[in-house]
């Protein structure tokens, strides 16, 4: 009897001695899963966030540099001259983010609009909000945004004064956010609860995630904790993530990003209770089995590993084509100036007509359309160091990485135009479907930027001079 009992009382020691040291195992090892998920969790938000804040500044500076060439062109014809006016007129339907086109008043009273829009008598240029706005620079900028009665939607009068005299006139367009409310829905498809695009200035909501935000003013009068903390930080000028309490005991991270060429803020949260929320599928089997934590942990850290790098390959693809978008299009050719300098060909490819497939057959053979017209690109533009990029919309851009003459290059962009007439005829001949191509040449010592503008140049002469054709500088 005293050996049994003296047999129990070392089992008990026994159990009391390596159950708490599995119990402490399980739950250090709980605390650093929860820690290593916390930490890539925020490291996703801080990722995800950046890439579409750089999303939403290349679309913006995409506004800006295609309003510049109307501004440049104005200035060099004159507002005199009708060809001025017909240019302005090209303005309107043509880009999604600014529909109605540019307008123009002066301070004379005289007023333009591309859209065929025309005043009421108590119409003065003068008193316009944006003809205000407009005074303060020579170069196109943002103002700041307004609701839009007609649409509901949010929109900003871009403003820029034109140097032509004596009559002092600005150049301007209203530009429709709606590229920024779709960033906003698409990025909370995930762990991230909101998220919303705020003025610096008057902290007016100019597109989120939550329609119902649209146009209110952030403040620490909101009936939101998260809201009024958030408000908080803006006032103190942070940037970059913090942990912030929220409504009903809850706790965020917050990621704020300053959004280059505007003057907002863009803002996501992350509910920390929406990181652990499928944790259980971890922590029950760990509580039946020790030794599968550290098996566990290696399939979480796996998981978010492939999770980031999924979304930094998505960030530079675009989702229609798969081509590379302009990000990825952009690193890709700054890369080759660097490793080959004053070798290649920038190509900027538009699609004539484009617009008549959408109206007359509906977006999703729109649709086809591009993903037609970018299997015709990659199957034309296959060499190893060709680059076949959908910069947006029916532009398309291919950087020709190797020597290339003049003479190949011209030969090449006729069987090319060719091609792409021939084939989109055959499956839309009532569209007349074309292809206008700016190129450039790759010279020494030159930026991307300076070789981007050159080929849009020339895709704006060809455009000019009656489309389906190509144009080198």
Known sequence: MKQK???IWTNIKLVCTIVPIVLLMIVIYFILVRNEITTLSKAKLALESQNYAEDISTWADSVLQEMTIYKSMAEQIGLEKAETYKMMDTSAGTHSAYPYGLYLGDDQGN???SSGWIPGDDFVVTERDWYQEGLGHDAFAFGEPYVDAMTG????SVTARLSTGPAVSILAADVYLDYAAQLAKEITATEIENAFFVTRENRMIVAASTPALVGSILSAEMD?????NISGLLDANV???TEVPGDNGSTYFVNINLIENTDWYFVTCMNRKMVFQNLWRIEFPMLIVAIAAALLLFAVTSKFSREMSIIRKKAKRD????????NGFEEHIRFALEENPGQGLLLIIDMDNFKLVNDQLGHPVGDKVLQDFSQLLENFFNRNKDVVSRLGGDEFAVFVGRKITVTEAEAMLTKFVSLVHKNLNEKYPAQNLSASIGAAFVSHSESYNFLYQNADKALYEIKRNGKNGFRIR
Do not use: A
Request: net charge positive; hydrophobic share 25%.
């Open 153 to 156: 939607g949010t929109c900003v």
């Open 111 to 113: 007023y333009y609009d």
């Open 319 to 326: 989702p229609l084509t798969n081509l590379w978008n302009r």
């Open 239 to 241: 940037i970059g993530q």
């Open 5 to 7: 009992s003296r047999y």
């Open 224 to 228: 939101s904790v998260l809201y009024q």
